[in-house]
């Protein structure tokens, strides 16, 4: 859902371009959805599973150990420290970021009513409270926390200041944590918001008009990449996946054909067997 | 590898020949030669690579499992290291008394010095080569048993020198000065009587001094030692010529994956985009050095390929494997209480192979005391008329003219035990034995030698004394003995027995006639004929003799020609009073044996040093040639005498080589020592160094070949001729005897007889067994079984290292070459020495795919995997093919799956590490279910090591994901596993995947089982109904079997009906049958062969 034309005007915007470019792109729903919706942001010939920057991040970092937040792992270089100070977080992915906002709206007779994005509950519970980590210290000052380290390159804010929430911000950022779990394939989604059912008398989603408006931060042309934003409901067993009903069907009609086939042999030799028998 | 000489060596360990290790020089001097086995040092270096350059996986996935299979390799080898140092210390360190200063000293017997004087007493091993200076015994002789040498358990009289004889005390002994180098005026003779050779042992006397001659790796002993070369399997070339293959699929990946790399790279924003930059020092290196370390990497990630487990795997898969063998309990002898012995693990699955070459089975007579001696009177009609007389001379004749002795009770090695008895014989001829218990039937009992007097209890229970002058001992030039008595009377006798060649010669012409038809007869039924003449000497007759042998005796030059002249004067003119005829009885179940390699498509050669009327009969009762057969010989008999034979035997080639290509007929072709020769050493002259490939060829056509009147070193050389023939088949030899020893040891399996005569052949086996007809078994069954298994571990490991990397590799295509890997460090290093080694071992051990009855009872199965059937490329290929196949299912199943957006029911994401872990379990699962589709018998064991495995693999991966390891650098596997198994799609498309991967193996068992299932229908329809003359693939044999069994029955009432009652005719002409097991194997040719021919 990415028709090039009314972004056109950043492609060639930079990371620390303020204000930010804005476009707004429209677009309709056939059906409404009925469920949950999940709104994800996908990315395409983003090598988020080369070698070089899968590694490039200290875990030991983001679970809030403080001899490393002041002194990351080796494998961060070249984005471990900026100005002889310590980046917070280090290394290539947490660079790399992807700070695009995204906004809903319902657009209902010209007026647009915003959608409420729900931005927790999209990283893995352990990830959240176990893998990631805000530094310890005294207080639960984050900015006192992260005394000493310095935002990374391009990253227009500090990582104490991705959200205004305490319990969603600096490490334990679910964005952030989302972002942190390195795709399988350079095409890839990533879960950005949820949109939650209401009530039960309305669909999530109802059929009509919405616009999207994206604050475009994020360069894509300067590698062919592309971004898209899919809106999604999710059944008992994930996303929607042709490839599983595809191969099930395929591979038991060919059991099924196959079996029919042998019990038709074993049918006639069967018959031959019993018939072997008989002198015995 | 190097362990194997450890093995054989046996009893013979010599300080400097066995150990390889000491305790200092073990780690490195092991490390050395591991690491210079191809595929250890391959690893090496991977390792090294990934220590140096900054590789996609730490150095620990592939040093941990070189160090797992390093370890356990050093451990193997220093067990067998040190069960050798402790057979060496039991020699070396032993203790031995030294006599110096006229005290005992006690040395440890590795100190012994040359011209030490040593004293050894009775049942103690002579600890190096030693000069006989004096016995206990006044005379100055001693009774030494050389079994451990030659495994002839007769005692060998053994002379002091004779001028030091009667220095018989420690004191005196001090006292001798000379040495006999100094002494050149006082020449003594020293012959092999007064060598006492280090390995023997001193039997029956108190105790001997001697001077050491020769020690340590001088001594006969180490210089005859023939190291033993390392036998290398048929499987094990094929294993290099697949690393090969794999080895080149791997270079080609790496270098496919570089190549890319640099064209994709070319793209400025894929090498470099905003979000990925390069290090300083990545952006510094020139280029090519980043190619090469670039490749180098690729290198190390998929350098899995080659299965760095498969080498210790299929090692202790034989280690342990052969314990199957010697646990045999159907292969244990109830007689010796002995099973079968493994004395190289690394030949198991050799034996299955055995089917292209040829059995070399030696045949030779072996006696069982337990055999009664059975009087026949085969020919009964009276020679000559001296009546009643003759007869008794005749078994007086047998009772003295032998070298047996008498042991109480006591039991040596390689004898047979008279339970109703107080003493044993022994004797270095089985015949001998059976001889002088042929007498004691008819009432003349030999009572043993007394102070040079033999007692012999006649038929009315009076004991009589011969006092024995001389024993012209046997040797297989005269191929006869004789011994000179004098009666009680004081008529002196001389006795004469040897092969109807070299006695008819030398007896009265007129007396032959009527023996040597009856030898000849007895000869034809298979039974051992010798001739036994005497002749009275007067007394002058006898002076002369005797100064003539004295003197021959003690001559400095020429002695044996002397001798052998002494000999040949002495036994002359004598007169023939009889024949014995020993029956072989063949050894249990010989025929059906040798029948069952026949039908399992090897070909038999059955080498002997028998001769060959005797050898083509046995040949006949054995099943070897079948009245069908049409014989082919090239003997002496049919070669001809002198001049014209070469041209002669060039003709009876060519025909015989024109009649050989005629396929309908079965030909069996005999030749002998003298021919084969000439065969392969032909003189300059005429153009006949293609004799040897015509023989071959001639050979190969024929379904059997005997191979008689063969000298232990022409045993050697057929095989190794066999052996390098085209196709080079593998040969087994099987034999008892010392003389087949280089025979086994040229043969690329060595079967070893536990026989009786020793224990030479089978120490220098690869494998002993306790009769023959346990080689059915070893070789049907367990032989089959082992090839079969380790093939099976062959492929299978190299499949699922296959199916392991490929997905690796195709992930390369879509991380942008940056040898990103798939799987999680903990995975790539446990997949082969956890996950999936152990359930691959438990089935090289158990496997059964056909049932060892059915093996055992259908021989034909054997040729299913005759010439490396399992490991050619075909099944090679099919294996790779299912390798890649499977792994292009993992990957690209996992990658559509991954095309979805989410497979969480809560929307949220899988990262790469998920990918590989689905992958990784489905390769898994697959992998191990693969291998429980191809198990045919189910151990408990099975059942234990497969699902404990995948039962192993999920607990890890819980373990391993579910903690934060403070030892990591990134904890990539966080939770991964866990929330990997809360997506439902996953477990579907798991589910999913294993069956399509497994689906051809399960579509070619159903195959399979049907093709089976018609077969069976289709032959038992032939079978029973009158079609069945029809069905000619199945019935000749059946039909064969039977025409011999026919045969067979037809053979034995001949012998049955011989018993009938010696007195009757009141024969003059004993023809003692002697009824005696046959082993068959081996042979002793040059020394027991030709003795028990001749000398008995």
Known sequence: IKPSSPCNKCLNVSWDSTPPCTCTINFTLEHSFESNVFMYYGLSNFYQNHRRYVKSRDDSQLNGDNSSLLNPSKECEPYRTNEDKPIAPCGAIANSMFNDTLELYRIDNDTRTPITLIKKGIAWWTDKNVKFRNPTGDGNNLTALFQGTTKPVNWPKPVYMLDSEPDNNGFINEDFIVWMRTAALPTFRKLYRLIERKNNFQPTLQAGKYSLDIAYNYPVHSFDGRKRMILSTISWMGGKNPFLGIAYITVGSICFFLGVVLLFIHHKYGNRNTSADIPN | ?1096
């Open chain 2, 1 to 1096: 590898m190097m362990s194997l000489s450890a093995m054989c060596l046996g009893l013979f360990v010599n300080p400097p020949l066995s150990p390889q290790y000491t305790l200092w020089n073990f780690l490195p001097k092991n490390l050395f030669e591991q690491f210079r086995r191809i595929a250890n040092f391959y690893f090496l270096i991977i390792f090294l690579v990934q220590v140096i350059v900054d590789t996609p996986t730490s150095p620990v996935t592939s040093g941990l499992p070189l160090f797992f299979v390093i370890t356990v390799t050093a451990i193997k080898q220093g067990y067998e290291d040190w069960l050798r140092h402790r057979a060496d210390n039991e020699v070396n360190k032993s203790n031995v008394f030294v006599v110096e200063n006229a005290k005992q000293v006690r040395k440890e017997s590795e100190k012994i010095k040359v011209g030490d004087i040593v004293e050894v007493k009775a049942d103690e091993t002579f600890p190096c080569d030693l000069i006989f200076l004096a016995s206990s015994s006044t005379d100055g002789t001693c009774y030494v048993t050389t079994a451990s040498l030659d495994g002839e358990s007769n005692f060998k009289t053994h002379y002091a020198v004779r001028d030091t004889t009667v220095l018989c005390t420690d004191e005196a002994i001090d006292t001798l000065t000379a040495t006999i180098e100094l002494c050149p005026s006082c020449t003594l003779s020293l012959g092999p009587e007064n060598l006492l050779l280090k390995g023997a042992t001193l039997k029956n006397t108190k105790k001997i001094y001697g001077v050491a001659v020769y020690t340590g790796m001088e001594t006969k002993m180490a210089l005859n030692y023939q190291g033993k070369s390392q036998k290398r399997s048929a499987v094990e070339k094929s294993i290099n010529a697949f690393l090969i293959v794999y080895l080149c699929i791997l270079l080609g990946k790496a270098t496919v994956c570089t190549t890319l790399k640099y064209v994709w790279q070319s793209n400025p924003f894929n090498d470099e985009p905003w979000y990925n930059e390069k290090t300083k020092k990545e952006r510094e290196t020139f280029k090519v050095l980043r190619m090469f370390t670039d490749f180098l990497s690729f290198m190390v990630l998929f350098n899995f390929i080659i299965p760095v487990s498969m080498y210790v795997t299929v090692e202790m898969q034989k280690f342990l494997g052969s314990f199957f063998i010697s646990w045999d309990k159907e292969m244990f002898d109830e007689e010796i209480q002995e099973g079968a012995l493994v004395n190289t693990s690394d030949l198991n699955e050799e034996l299955g192979q055995v089917s292209t070459g040829c059995v070399c089975i030696c045949l030779d007579g072996d006696v069982d005391g337990s055999a009664l001696p059975a009087r026949s009177p085969c020919s009964g009609i009276p020679h000559a008329p001296l009546g009643p007389d003759r007869e008794e001379l005749f078994l007086r004749a047998l009772c003295l003219c032998h070298t047996v002795q008498i042991k109480e009770a006591d039991q040596v090695d390689g004898l047979m035990a008279h339970p109703e008895r107080k003493y044993t014989y022994i004797s270095s001829s089985p015949d001998e034995i059976a001889l002088v218990k042929g007498a004691e039937k008819y009432g003349f009992t030999f009572l043993g030698l007394e102070n040079n007097f033999m007692k012999i209890r006649n038929q009315k229970n009076e004991t009589e004394m011969y006092q024995l002058l001389h024993v012209l001992n046997f040797d297989p030039v005269r191929r006869r003995m004789s011994v000179i008595v004098r009666t009680s009377t004081g008529k002196l006798l001389l006795f004469c027995k040897g092969a109807d060649s070299s006695i008819f010669p030398r007896v009265q012409q007129e007396e032959i006639q009527q023996t040597k038809v009856h030898v000849d007869r007895n000869a034809m039924d298979g039974y051992r004929t010798l001739c036994v003449a005497f002749k009275e000497l007067t007394e002058k007759e006898y002076d002369r003799i005797d100064r003539q042998l004295n003197e021959a005796k003690m001559a400095l030059q020429d002695r044996e020609e002397k001798m052998a002249k002494v000999f040949d004067d002495t036994e002359a003119d004598m007169h023939l009073i009889g024949a014995t005829a020993v029956e072989d009885r063949l050894q249990e179940q010989l025929a059906e044996t040798i029948e069952a390699l026949h039908a399992a498509g090897m070909k038999v050669w059955v080498l002997t040093g028998d001769k060959m009327e005797t050898a083509k009969s046995t040949c006949y009762a054995c099943r070897l040639f079948q009245t069908s057969t049409e014989l082919l010989e090239l003997t002496a008999r049919t070669v001809g005498e002198s001049e014209r034979k070469e041209d002669r035997l060039h003709e009876l080639l060519l025909e015989y080589h024109k009649k050989s290509w005629t396929l309908s007929q079965e030909y069996g072709l005999i030749i002998d020592g003298s021919t084969l020769s000439l065969i392969l050493n032909p003189s300059q002259d005429s153009g006949s160094s293609n004799y040897k490939s015509i023989f071959l060829q001639i050979c190969l056509k024929c379904t059997a070949v005997l191979c008689c009147r063969m000298a232990p070193l022409q045993k050697a050389q057929i095989v190794r001729m066999v052996k390098n023939t085209k196709g080079s088949p593998i040969t087994l030899s099987i034999g008892d005897g010392a003389n087949d020893v280089s025979m086994i040891l040229e043969a690329h399996v060595g079967i070893g007889i536990k026989g009786k005569e020793g224990r030479q052949a089978s120490r220098n086996s690869d494998y002993a067994v306790p009769k023959f007809k346990h080689l059915r078994k070893l070789l049907l069954a367990h032989g089959h079984l082992y090839y079969v298994r380790i093939a099976h571990l062959v492929q299978y490991f190299f499949y699922k290292n296959l199916c392991f990397i490929l997905p690796q590799f195709l992930y390369q295509f879509f991380c942008g070459f940056s040898q990103q890997p798939l799987y999680d460090a903990a995975y790539l290093t446990m997949y082969n020495i956890c996950f999936t080694s152990l359930p691959i071992l438990a089935y090289s051990l158990l496997e059964q795919h056909i049932s060892i009855d059915t093996l055992t009872s259908d021989p034909q199965l054997y040729m299913k995997v005759s010439d490396n059937a399992m490991l050619q490329w075909r099944p090679f290929l099919y294996w790779t093919f299912l390798g890649a196949f499977e792994g292009l299912v993992f990957f690209f199943g996992v990658y559509f799956l991954f095309q979805n957006s989410s497979l969480e029911d809560n929307g949220k994401v899988f990262g790469n590490w998920t990918f590989g872990t689905i992958v990784f379990t489905v390769l898994v699962f697959t992998v191990t279910l693969k291998l429980a589709l191809d198990t045919r018998f189910w151990t408990w064991m099975n059942h234990f090591v497969i699902w404990g495995s995948l039962a192993f693999y999920v607990f890890f991966s819980f373990f391993w994901g579910g903690v934060i390891w403070p030892f990591l650098k990134q904890q990539r596997m966080y939770f991964v596993f866990a929330h990997m198994l809360t997506s439902v799609s996953t477990w579907l498309a798991i589910i999913l995947l294993i069956f399509i991967s497994l689906f051809p193996e399960i579509l070619l068992i159903v195959l399979k089982n049907i093709k089976e299932k018609n077969h069976q229908v289709r032959n038992k329809m032939m079978y029973h109904t009158p079609l069945a003359p029809l069905c000619p693939a199945l019935l000749p044999r059946q039909s064969g079997f039977w025409a011999w069994q026919g045969q067979q029955e037809a053979w034995q009432p001949a012998c049955a009906a011989s018993p009938s009652p010696l007195t009757l005719g009141g024969a003059l002409h004993h023809h003692i049958l002697v009824q005696l097991l046959w082993e068959v194997a081996a042979p002793a040719q040059s020394c027991r062969g030709q003795q028990g021919r001749c000398c008995c």
